[in-house]
């Protein structure tokens, strides 16, 4: 007998509920219903993504633009947009490296935006970081770091964390912590082991201090490490999606794990990197990893572009090839992801992360006060999540209620993704300004104050 369909909203909201069929009959009319037909005829139906929610014709800055023209202040973007959608500076790159005539570069050979990428990140990278290996997507990029991770170890044992997403990809899924990603596709990578993430929150122990969670997430690797031997590696991201933000103390303790079992810690900062978090990279609060995984905004938001940085002393495998892909140099990419950091660094945008994000955490924690919906807010620099809760006491996760705001916010010009069901994510581009930041906040607080009064969508 086949078992029930099951419909995860771990990753985001799903498609198929009652509140976004609503939506779809009030806000799709005319042109934008046409293609929203056609998208859905042609497309493959995915949970997450087919059907979609609308069409859109412009992504400028910190907005998207529908069909109707109108504008939604976009806290999502795929963690694409660091430097703003459609940047002007990274889109006059692009045109000077195809008027150059140089935008693909077969393999076996280089070119100097390749080059100059892999120096500029050489300088950037945390610790001593400073070999690169480039690669279309992030799926690919954590593939070719675990490869790494067992080519240098010799061992093929993984341990990662449940409820991480890491990619799609057969590798990739398999130390993601999702079954959504990996349910129905019959064994999976090998080895591939995982342990709660520190959740300080949520975490299922009941423990009301950090230092305890730590100990227990810690002792957790160390069982694992004690009786599953040839282990390669530790992946995590060291800021969580959802986001949960570790202490100092407990990727201290990994990175010591690491180093006494002989395993590589590698940190996917496909979402954290290049300024969301405050600094140029996560790991600068923390520690250096054995390797550093990259993507998203490593495109400039207009190509897909990802990689690893690892250490000099990881290049020992000039008789593999675990990045042996078409893309792997292309200077059109590599153009993109010059002038996205270039505009970072320039405009100082993880710096003004850090302070907006402060003034933004202080707001919610406010709001948190006054709304009994909100349980709890977590993040750093502008990667901020908000918990909501049916009761603050026993923690149950407000799902309908979070689906509700979100369509609500939508509706007042506001996107933004809910995360493992009930968690809103605000990733704004960090280009936003303090005033466009409150009318966000202006929009969440009027949501939240409707559901809270009982109001429907």
């Given at each position: 007998m086949?078992?029930?369909?099951?419909?995860?909203?771990e990753q985001g909201d799903i498609n198929l509920t009652p509140n976004r069929r609503k939506f779809w009959e009030r806000n799709l009319s005319g042109a934008a219903r046409k293609w929203f037909e056609e998208d859905s005829k042609y497309f493959l139906h995915q949970s997450l993504s087919t059907p979609v929610l609308n069409v859109i014709s412009k992504a400028q800055g910190i907005y998207l633009e529908d069909l109707?023209?109108?504008?939604?202040?976009?806290?999502?973007?795929?963690?694409?947009?660091?430097?703003g959608f459609n940047n002007p500076e990274v889109i006059e790159a692009l045109k000077i490296q195809l008027d150059a005539g140089m935008s693909f570069c077969p393999r076996r050979y280089t070119n100097i935006p390749a080059i100059e990428l892999a120096q500029k990140l050489a300088e950037i990278a945390p610790g001593d970081l400073c070999r690169s290996l480039f690669c279309p997507g992030g799926s690919e990029a954590i593939?070719?770091?675990?490869?790494?991770?067992?080519?240098?170890?010799?061992?093929?044992?993984?341990?990662?964390?449940?409820?991480?997403?890491?990619?799609?990809?057969?590798?990739?899924?398999?130390v993601g912590g999702e079954e959504h990603f990996s349910g129905g596709l019959g064994p999976m990578m090998p080895g591939a082991l995982h342990v709660e993430f520190p959740g300080y929150y949520r975490n299922p122990w009941g423990f009301d201090n950090k230092?305890?969670?730590?100990?227990?997430?810690?002792?957790?690797?160390?069982?694992?490490?004690?009786?599953?031997?040839?282990?390669?590696?530790?992946?995590?991201?060291?800021?969580?999606?959802?986001?949960?933000?570790?202490?100092?103390?407990?990727?201290?303790?990994?990175k010591k794990l690491c180093e006494e079992f002989g395993a590589l810690l590698i940190f996917d900062e496909i979402i954290e990197g290049f300024g969301?978090?405050?600094?140029?990279?996560?790991?600068?609060?923390?520690?250096?990893?054995?390797?550093?995984?990259?993507?998203?905004?490593?495109?400039?938001?207009?190509?897909p572009f990802a990689g690893i940085v690892t250490h000099d002393r990881y290049n020992t495998l000039q008789h593999r090839s675990i990045g042996h892909y078409t893309h792997e140099k292309n200077a059109l990419c590599a153009a993109a992801a010059l002038a996205e950091i270039d505009y970072i660094e320039k405009n100082k945008l993880h710096e003004h992360a850090a302070e907006l994000g402060q003034y933004t955490l202080k707001r919610l924690n406010l709001m948190k006060e006054q709304y009994s919906l909100?349980?709890?807010?977590?993040?750093?620099?502008?990667?901020?999540?908000i918990d909501l809760v049916k009761d603050p006491k026993t923690k149950e996760r407000a799902v309908d209620e979070a689906e509700i705001i979100m369509f609500k916010c939508l509706e007042k010009g506001l996107s933004f993704k809910t995360i493992e069901s009930n968690v809103i994510t605000l990733r704004p581009a960090l280009v936003i300004t303090r005033q466009e930041m409150d009318l966000a906040l202006d929009i969440l607080e009027e949501a939240i104050g409707e559901v809270e009064q009982g109001k429907k969508y």
């Open positions: 086949q078992r029930e369909k099951r419909f995860e909203r109707d023209g109108k504008q939604y202040i976009d806290m999502h973007g795929n963690g694409v947009h660091n430097a593939e070719m770091a675990i490869m790494l991770a067992k080519l240098i170890t010799g061992n093929f044992k993984t341990i990662s964390y449940w409820d991480s997403y890491h990619g799609t990809g057969m590798g990739a899924a398999s230092e305890d969670v730590d100990a227990e997430c810690l002792r957790q690797i160390e069982v694992v490490l004690q009786r599953e031997p040839e282990m390669a590696a530790i992946i995590g991201e060291p800021v969580s999606a959802t986001p949960m933000v570790p202490t100092q103390r407990y990727w201290q303790g990994v969301r978090t405050g600094k140029m990279f996560a790991s600068e609060y923390y520690v250096t990893p054995d390797v550093l995984v990259l993507g998203k905004s490593l495109g400039g938001g207009l190509v909100i349980g709890d807010i977590t993040g750093v620099g502008l990667h901020i999540g």
